[in-house]
């Protein structure tokens, strides 16, 4: 298994573009979930998902968007980046409905100048 | 709400002194669950242990123990004799079971120096 996977690893955008950050598991999890770490702050949560078709937002949804067409696919959208959007996003999936810990990808750097 | 503290930004210590990281939470629900994640430079989120609110014994693996106390709200986090691979920053989550959504702490690094 090779878990959760993002891509890419890196990212410099200009401000006003926009970029979808892929995320991808394949545990068969129900959950998935869209977090971004600030230097020195940990982690907050912007999207959601429990389950193909369904998202909700978390805490810090401003400037993003999230689909689930499957149950291993959990992208995110980044429209008109601002400098404010750098930062470190990580993906993370979670059997569902039970509470468990979560699996976190490797990460997606993304800078915004 | 719920909400995480780590009051402790940065910890150095030398290899092989103890040290204990804190964390305290606030929550107004009778079910939750608590995490402790470590990340290391190399930045991944690695899971060290989950404790549900009904149980509060400590636990002890290796040279990792926590101990929960529900009457101060706190989950903190020993390690014993330290190595300079346990130099990372390690976060405390907590969870309301709603959807399984965690709320972080702002986590606490841990400089072990040989």
């Known amino acids: 298994n090779a878990g959760v996977t993002q891509t890419p690893k890196f990212r410099i955008l200009k401000i006003g573009q926009s970029m979808t950050l892929q995320c991808t598991q394949d545990?068969?999890?129900?959950?998935m979930y869209w977090y971004r770490q600030d230097p020195g702050m940990g982690l907050k949560l912007i999207y959601y998902?429990?389950?193909?078709?369904?998202?909700d937002k978390g805490e810090v949804p401003n400037g993003y968007n999230v689909s689930r067409s499957t149950t291993e696919d959990f992208p995110l959208r980044l429209e008109l980046a601002a400098p404010s959007q750098t930062s470190v996003y990580f993906c993370?999936?979670?059997?569902?409905?039970?509470?468990?810990?979560?699996?976190f990808g490797p990460g997606t750097r993304l800078t915004v100048l | 709400a719920q909400k995480v503290t780590q009051a402790q930004t940065e910890i150095s210590v030398v290899e092989k002194e103890d040290v204990t990281l804190d964390c305290v939470y606030e929550?107004?629900?009778?079910?939750?669950?608590l995490f402790w994640y470590k990340q290391p430079p190399s930045g991944e989120l690695v899971f060290l242990i989950r404790?549900?609110?009904?149980?509060?014994q400590n636990e002890i693996s290796g040279r990792y123990s926590w101990n929960f106390q529900k009457s101060t709200s706190s989950f903190n986090f020993t390690i014993t004799a330290s190595q300079v691979v346990d130099s990372a920053v390690y976060f405390c989550?907590?969870?309301?079971?709603?959807?399984?959504?965690?709320?972080f702490g702002s986590g606490t690094k841990l400089n072990v120096k040989p």
């Open positions: 993370a999936s979670s059997y569902g409905p039970e509470v468990t810990e979560q699996f």
């Open positions: 545990m068969n999890h129900n959950y």
């Open positions: 989550a907590l969870s309301d079971g709603d959807f399984n959504k965690f709320y």
């Open positions: 929550t107004r629900d009778t079910t939750y669950y």
């Open positions: 998902s429990v389950g193909a078709g369904i998202t």
């Open positions: 404790r549900n609110s009904f149980d509060e």
